[in-house]
């Protein structure tokens, strides 16, 4: 996809790969970024830096809010659905199914509420949606529990959205980043990639047609190793869990 002239949604901009994706898209010369976030203020500060961004009010937990963004954006040519909720929780945790709720809430039902409201205007301008999942949907980590079966979910969404669509003219891109520095990884001891690291692979990965991006080391080798033997990332994921 040639991004020069294109107008792109990115939901979740107030975050850090969100607000990298939305200077990454400005750079390679997009005509318009709607930034949607929950709260307005938290992207305003990106339209202060390139006219082209609309900052957007956007909750995609409620109906009302993804209708009326849907109506709004009628021109969207890309949608990047990437707003999403991380509590890092067991699923044997004591707020275990507090948070599976809310993950589950946000990261599949608000992810699915974006597709269905934006596939008929994606379909009339061959337009491309792209859904960040996650490395983690497809194996458990157990001590993010809640969170990767969110993704899972999110995964096995992806698949079938792409699989509606693809008759319709729209293709559609699913995205497995693996940690990245974000205040959703805050805390957590490990190496990270930088949100714009994982833009750039991101927008690349767009540019150049892929159907699944990996863009990150971590996620790239585990993909690799899940393709010759899941069985033994599932065994070596589990083995993570602290004694």
Do not use: W
């Amino acid at each position: 996809m040639d991004m020069k002239g294109k107008i792109v949604l990115v939901t979740g901009a107030n975050g850090g790969i969100g607000g990298a994706l939305v200077k990454g898209l400005l750079e390679r010369g997009v005509a318009k970024v709607y930034a949607a976030a929950r709260s307005v203020e938290a992207v305003i500060e990106l339209k202060h830096c390139d006219e082209r961004v609309v900052p957007l009010r956007l909750d995609v937990t409620h109906a009302a809010s993804v209708a009326a963004i849907a109506e709004q954006c009628r021109d969207v040519d890309l949608l990047i659905n990437n707003a999403g909720v991380n509590r890092c929780v067991a699923l044997l945790d004591s707020a275990g199914m507090e948070s599976a709720r809310e993950e589950m809430e946000v990261n599949f039902f608000g992810t699915l509420a974006m597709c269905r409201a934006f596939a008929s205007v994606l379909a009339a301008r061959n337009g491309v949606m792209v859904n960040v999942c996650s490395i983690i949907g497809l194996v458990n980590l157990p001590v993010n529990g809640t969170y990767c079966a969110s993704k899972a979910a999110g995964h096995s969404l992806l698949q079938g959205v792409r699989a509606e669509l693809a008759p319709r003219g729209v293709r559609v891109i699913g995205v497995y980043p693996g940690p990245v520095d974000t205040r959703m990884t805050a805390g957590q001891e490990m190496p990270k990639a930088t949100p714009a690291e994982v833009a750039t692979a991101i927008l690349a990965g767009i540019e150049n047609g892929e159907e699944d991006i990996f863009p990150d080391p971590m996620s790239q080798a585990v993909h690799g190793k899940l393709v010759l033997d899941p069985k033994q990332v599932v065994r070596e994921f589990a083995a993570m869990v602290p004694a």
